[in-house]
């Protein structure tokens, strides 16, 4: 099977601008989460998606959103975007939606805001 | 509210040595807890874990510990390698929150020859 894939893989913005980052699941999985990596923070839970509809949301202001579309791919969106949302944004896919079921990871975007 | 936390940011070992990783966690709602291993420009993954029914977990030569009372887990590996070195991930999640995973700062290990 295919792992998950995100992209681009990097990306380079000015501040105010949007941006958005796609997510392809493993085939069959049904939940994707995402998450925002800065240095000294660890991977900050940002929202998860679970057959087109988010079950969780962390704590990140409205400028981060997402959806997830009928094949399960998923992408986010950052509006406005502002310095400090400079990040390696991950993806997570897992069949269900349970802490259990094990999460894959794909390699991350790498954005950075200028 | 760091909710879950590494206190060491790295840790040095010698090949063939065990090496101990600790996490400590503040919320007592978890009931289940991994270990996500990430090496640089590769997404972290899955090593390890355990329910909080459970006090230890092992696979090969990881095994992680858990101590609900103390709300600590450590990860151990024995012996060391060094395509061990890697940074190490703890993460805890409720199953009353679905696939929501709460995760450390990372610490990163390193195994010298």
């Known amino acids: 099977k295919a792992g998950v894939t995100q992209t681009p893989r990097y990306l380079i913005k000015t501040r105010g601008q949007q941006v958005t980052l796609s997510c392809s699941p493993i085939s069959g999985h049904r939940s994707v989460s995402w998450y925002q990596q800065t240095p000294g923070q660890g991977l900050q839970f940002l929202f998860e998606y679970f057959s087109e509809t988010q079950r969780n949301k962390g704590n990140f202001p409205g400028r981060f959103s997402g959806r997830q579309f009928s094949n399960s791919r998923s992408e986010m969106n950052v509006s406005t975007l502002e310095l400090g949302d400079s990040a390696l944004y991950l993806c997570?896919?897992?069949?269900?939606?349970?802490?259990?079921?094990?999460?894959?990871f794909g390699p991350g975007t790498r954005l950075t805001v200028l | 509210d760091q909710q879950v936390k590494q206190n060491s940011p790295s840790l040095s070992v010698q090949e063939g040595r065990i090496s101990i990783l600790n996490c400590d966690y503040t919320n007592s709602m978890f009931d289940y807890f991994l270990w996500y291993k990430k090496y640089p420009a590769e997404g972290p993954t899955f090593l390890i874990s355990?329910?909080?029914?459970?006090d230890k977990n092992e696979d090969g030569r990881f095994t992680v510990f858990l101590n609900k009372s103390a709300k600590h887990l450590s990860l151990h590996i024995v012996p060391s390698q060094p395509g061990d070195s890697a940074v190490y991930f703890c993460a805890a999640g409720r199953r009353d929150q679905g696939g929501k995973l709460i995760f450390g700062q990372g610490t990163e290990l390193s195994v010298k020859p």
């Open positions: 997570a896919s897992s069949q269900d939606s349970t802490s259990t079921d094990t999460q894959y």
């Open positions: 355990i329910s909080s029914i459970k």
